[in-house]
């Protein structure tokens, strides 16, 4: 991934949906580890965005024009759950204008691992 692209405000997630088999985009929050893309869903795993990704791991995520080629999933590892809130919290808390804790706090963690 692009170094400029880890401070980008945010991405767009591109699923297949897991019934009708069409492409879906969502505009989305994010931030980057290694190799990861890390998004929250404050619906739990309840948005649409979060069933197609289980369905349908293979994703493209795009960022400034680029587009990156990824595989989703929900995290289940804690270590791993609290790497994403807190790089997602860390990257938007400071400039948003509300208080986030609880969402950091209750929303699913999902991560989008790069693929070439």
Not at 2 to 29: C, N
Request: overall charge neutral; some cysteine.
């Amino acid at each position: 991934m692009k170094p400029q692209h880890a401070d980008a405000d945010f991405g767009y997630l591109m699923t297949t949906g897991r019934r009708s088999g069409k492409p879906h985009t969502v505009e989305i929050w994010f931030a980057v580890g290694d190799d990861v893309i890390y998004l929250l869903s404050g619906a739990g795993g309840a948005s649409d965005w979060c069933r197609n990704l289980e369905a349908n791991g293979p994703a493209t995520f795009r960022i400034a024009r680029t587009d990156y080629p990824v595989t989703g999933r929900r995290i289940t590892g804690r270590k791993e759950q609290a790497l994403a809130r807190r790089l997602v919290f860390d990257k938007y808390h400071p400039g948003y204008g509300g208080d986030l804790t609880e969402w950091r706090d209750t929303s699913a963690p999902y991560a989008l691992d790069l693929t070439t």
